[in-house]
């Protein structure tokens, strides 16, 4: 038996405007995806938290994943996503996950998996990229696969494709490699973890929970390529231009500007059509003290960012507000095996 874990990411920013090519900074949090992994001659998922279990054989894993890629390839060409999304819909984007994971490994068996872990589902901290990445990690080390973290993240970009349509590929890569890092899409992607140029622990980021997102990723990122042509490219523009100037920021630790650049970018996503009530009000207050606070991921809800020098103050605006702070360390380490 091994045990693996991957962690979940917030996008510091640049979400949807990655999709464009423009650049994102994200950060893997302390959030983390568990799977114990073991060969077998079947294909078994156990999900304790869900109380989920299921077992198939390796035939069936293969044919299911094979199945759910050959829908994704007939969706790009119709750009149109709903019958992948049928087909891994719900706990069977882990079959999906596992047969990918088996076959992309070139593994000739089965396996027993484990599921465990933290991160709340749909709420844009990447727990579908971190699950398909602790899967695939989990059968290669079951396996004694030599699978470098390009290639787990080559597998989890695959997984992600089945149930985001067209993902950056930039959540899968920050919650491989970990720390902070730069994506940007393109052939070949551009990912550059920020060690040397932000090497110090960012802290006063606080995470809170806004509720479950009314759409999914799928959704959220249809309706902003849904909108005019011109009005969603100035946005997208600006909010690669912040992430630019936000590495910059970063490197010269110039938290005003960083906070500046959050809102700025957050303004953007907003006018895009992507805030609730909810966040429209947590935002609104944490703004009135000075902060900056921003939902991440496909937004429309879920996980928030927030920020402010003072991080009690921050805490408590949030508390006030009828929500609670999570206290999420920021730039922790990607993939990682638990025990062998
Ligand atoms: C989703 O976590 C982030 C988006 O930018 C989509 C993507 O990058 O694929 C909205």
Not at 13 to 18: M, Q, Y
Not at 116 to 140: E, F
Request: with cysteine; glycine share 12%.
């Amino acid at each position: 038996m091994v045990k693996v874990s991957v962690p979940g990411k917030v996008h510091l920013i640049g979400e949807h405007a990655v999709v464009y090519g423009e650049p994102a900074i994200l950060s893997a949090v302390g959030l983390r995806t568990f799977v114990e992994a073991e060969r077998s001659g079947r294909v078994i998922i156990k999900d304790r938290k869900r109380g989920f279990s299921e077992e198939h054989s390796v035939e069936e894993a293969l044919d299911f994943a094979r199945r759910a890629s050959e829908l994704w390839k007939e969706g790009k060409e119709k750009g149109d996503f709903s019958a992948v999304r049928e087909h891994i819909r719900g706990d069977r984007f882990k079959l999906a996950a596992a047969g990918t994971a088996l076959r992309m490994l070139g593994v000739d068996g089965g396996v027993s998996l484990q599921i465990d872990g933290d991160i709340p589902p749909g709420a844009g901290l990447g727990s579908s990229a971190s699950l398909a990445l602790a899967i695939a990690k989990g059968i290669s080390e079951a396996y004694g696969v030599d699978s470098p973290v390009e290639e787990i993240n080559r597998i989890g970009f695959e997984v992600e494709k089945l149930s985001h349509g067209t993902p950056s590929g930039g959540d899968n890569t920050a919650c491989a490699y970990g720390g902070l890092i730069w994506f940007q899409k393109g052939n070949p992607n551009v990912i550059k973890p920020l060690r040397e140029e932000v090497p110090y622990r960012l802290e006063n980021f606080v995470l809170v929970y806004t509720g479950r997102p009314k759409k999914t990723t799928l959704e959220l990122v249809s309706h902003v390529r849904n909108l005019d042509e011109e009005f969603r490219n100035r946005r997208i523009k600006a909010i690669g231009n912040a992430t630019r100037e936000m590495l910059e920021a970063l490197k010269r630790r110039d938290f005003p500007r960083v906070k500046e650049l959050i809102n700025l970018a957050w303004d953007n996503l907003s006018e895009l059509g992507l805030s609730t009530p909810a966040a429209d009000m947590l935002i609104g207050r944490i703004r009135e003290i000075g902060g900056a606070a921003k939902l991440c991921g496909a937004c429309g809800g879920g996980i928030m960012l927030c920020y402010h020098e003072d991080r009690e103050k921050l805490r408590k605006v949030i508390e006030e507000a009828g929500f609670r702070p999570m206290e999420v360390e920021l730039g922790v380490e990607g993939v990682r095996i638990e025990e062998v």
